[in-house]
């Protein structure tokens, strides 16, 4: 796998600079969304976005404000100013429909950009989606009550990850905003095709949260596929393998 090229930035007056990286081709273009303090350099991002720039198709992948090589600072951030990230970068880079694929909370956000897409522009504009682990509402079902109540009251949480030299760190903002935006008890009405993987042996976001998005979503056309000895990541060979036939297939319909 080749080493990333440098990013291209998307200046926004008000708002952080965002980096990103665009490659054009046909369409639909694929957006990735990574999880929560993660970016566009993971090897699932990389390997789909070297997979489209071989086949001629469009893909685009960036790092949301506060998070990799975009400007900002991540404490100020809520899960709706991420969501304004992907829109304005799905309205400066990505013309015609799009297929989102969404990692762990990257899956919340690819389910709020699809609502917010449809609604403006009509149906039409996203193909379909594609969640990994994808980890809708975890504000609600992530954390103890006690978490909540640190979080409230001293305005962040701050805990040890596996998964980064850096302390996870959740604000108050952060999650009041995901609070206000919970989806998993609600028709989602969205009605586009959907994919969602998930590795069985995942320890952070429970596979019955896959089943519980697959019975919200008014999609007639939802698959769960529930992987075999995948951990959270799914960043085996075998398991980019399966999300690039997966999201190929989409694609390619």
């Known amino acids: 796998m080749t ?6 930035y998307l200046e926004r007056s008000g708002r952080p600079r ?6 054009p081709g046909n369409g639909p273009t694929i957006v990735f969304l990574p999880g929560y303090m993660s970016d566009m350099a993971g090897g699932k991002a990389t390997a789909l976005f070297d997979w489209a720039a071989a086949e001629g198709q469009a893909c ?13 600072s991540f404490a100020d951030q809520t899960l709706l100013d991420w ?11 990505a013309e015609g429909p799009v297929v989102i694929v969404g990692s762990s909370m990257g899956g919340w956000l690819m389910l709020l950009t699809a609502l917010a897409l449809v609604q403006r522009d009509g149906p039409g504009r996203v193909a379909g989606l594609v969640g990994i ?3 809708p509402d975890f504000t609600d079902w992530g954390f103890s009550d006690a ?3 640190i979080i409230i009251a001293e305005g962040a949480l701050v805990e040890e990850t596996p998964y980064s030299d850096q302390p996870y760190m959740t604000t108050r903002g952060f999650l009041q905003s995901g609070e206000a935006n919970l989806l998993l008890d609600t028709k989602i009405p969205l009605t586009c095709p959907v994919r969602l993987l998930h590795g069985e042996e995942d320890g952070d976001v429970p596979s019955d949260i896959s089943l ?9 056309d939802v698959q769960v ?5 995948g951990d959270h990541r799914l960043s085996r060979d075998t398991d980019i393998a399966l999300l690039i036939d997966t999201v190929a297939r989409l694609a390619t319909n």
Not at 18 to 23: I, K
Not at 60 to 72: E, F, M, V
């Open 3 to 8: 080493e990333p090229a440098a990013p291209d």
């Open 18 to 23: 965002l980096a990103y990286r665009h490659t």
């Open 60 to 72: 685009l992948l960036l790092d949301y404000a506060g998070c990799g090589l975009s400007d900002g």
């Open 83 to 93: 969501r304004g990230d992907v829109l304005d970068l799905v309205d400066a880079k």
């Open 133 to 135: 682990a994808a980890a």
């Open 147 to 149: 978490e909540k109540a």
């Open 212 to 220: 519980r998005l697959s019975a919200a979503l008014a999609s007639d």
């Open 225 to 229: 596929t529930l992987v075999k000895g």
